[in-house]
């Protein structure tokens, strides 16, 4: 059988571990089928073979059918496109999906074969105040770990600084800024211990003195210095009260 955790905010949930599902299975056929023709569409693609090489199902041509019914999908033969209020379901799974994986990615540092699994679930769980939240969280990010775009959302909209995130890797703290330790997502356990053996755990308050050579940071009065690879795991919230 093919992958069905294909790249790019695919999911045909059909395989890995599953999650008990929120939504009946067949409207949970329909989103995916919306979704492949979202990510088919962004590598120029509406052919419905290459649709049915992405979504594993014997009722493909019944299910668009329905879906051409209910005014989602337009199809012309064998090639397929999106309505705009299939348009509009198909944006919102996307985003809810990539958001999914940055924050997995991100945040907990999970592998691409664990947030793949979960980010398909989550696609289907999160509300809308909660995908605000973690946009919000994830300062509005505006691609995938993929490198696929993220449709923005009305929080993205609302932003007021919309580039600045409310959580960075340290290395984009500017040096003399502060900020707090949110989290911590070390490629290794032994890495992490080592890090909080110096107070780098997160709710610590740091203080960016230098850059290069390496990073140098103040955590309460003790100064640690920091290579690139190991900053790049730390993320902060900068402490913006001073500068507006
Ligand atoms: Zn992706
Ligand atoms: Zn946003």
Same mark, same amino acid.
């Given at each position: 059988?093919?992958?069905?955790?294909?790249?790019?905010?695919?999911?045909?949930? +059909?395989?890995?571990?599953?999650?008990?599902?929120?939504?009946?299975?067949?409207?949970?056929?329909?989103?995916?089928?919306?979704?492949?023709?979202?990510?088919?569409?962004?590598?120029?693609?509406?052919?419905?073979?290459?649709?049915? +090489?992405?979504?594993?199902?014997?009722?493909?041509?019944?299910?668009?059918?329905?879906?051409?019914?209910?005014?989602?999908?337009?199809?012309?033969?064998?090639?397929?496109?999106?309505?705009?209020?299939?348009?509009?379901?198909?944006?919102?799974?996307?985003?809810?999906?990539?958001?999914?994986?940055?924050?997995?990615?991100?945040?907990?540092?999970?592998?691409?074969?664990?947030?793949? +699994?979960?980010?398909?679930?989550?696609?289907?769980?999160?509300?809308?105040?909660?995908?605000?939240?973690?946009?919000?969280?994830?300062?509005?990010?505006?691609?995938?770990?993929?490198?696929?775009?993220?449709?923005?959302?009305?929080?993205?909209?609302?932003?007021?600084?919309?580039?600045?995130?409310?959580?960075?890797?340290?290395?984009?703290?500017?040096?003399?800024?502060?900020?707090?330790?949110?989290?911590?997502?070390?490629?290794?356990?032994?890495?992490?211990?080592?890090?909080?053996?110096?107070?780098?755990?997160?709710?610590?308050?740091?203080?960016?003195?230098?850059?290069?050579?390496?990073?140098?940071?103040?955590?309460?009065?003790?100064?640690?210095?920091?290579?690139?690879?190991?900053?790049?795991?730390?993320?902060?919230?900068?402490?913006?009260?001073?500068?507006?």
């Amino acid at each position: 059988m093919p992958n069905p955790l294909g790249p790019h905010g695919r999911c045909d949930g +059909a395989g890995g571990a599953r999650p008990p599902r929120p939504v009946v299975h067949h409207s949970h056929k329909k989103d995916e089928i919306l979704e492949a023709l979202w990510t088919m569409r962004e590598d120029g693609s509406e052919s419905l073979g290459d649709l049915a +090489a992405l979504v594993a199902t014997t009722r493909l041509e019944e299910i668009i059918g329905e879906m051409v019914a209910a005014g989602t999908v337009v199809r012309d033969k064998d090639n397929l496109s999106l309505t705009a209020s299939g348009e509009t379901r198909a944006r919102e799974i996307i985003r809810r999906h990539r958001l999914a994986e940055r924050l997995f990615h991100d945040v907990f540092g999970l592998s691409e074969a664990q947030w793949e +699994a979960s980010a398909c679930s989550f696609e289907h769980i999160l509300d809308v105040t909660v995908v605000e939240a973690v946009c919000t969280f994830l300062g509005h990010p505006s691609v995938c770990p993929h490198e696929k775009p993220i449709p923005p959302g009305r929080c993205c909209r609302d932003a007021r600084r919309p580039t600045e995130p409310l959580v960075i890797p340290l290395t984009s703290l500017k040096v003399g800024g502060d900020a707090k330790i949110i989290y911590i997502a070390p490629r290794t356990k032994s890495r992490l211990s080592r890090l909080s053996s110096f107070g780098v755990i997160p709710g610590s308050n740091i203080h960016l003195l230098q850059r290069h050579p390496s990073y140098v940071i103040r955590i309460d009065q003790t100064n640690v210095a920091l290579e690139g690879d190991v900053a790049r795991d730390i993320f902060v919230r900068p402490d913006n009260s001073h500068t507006h």
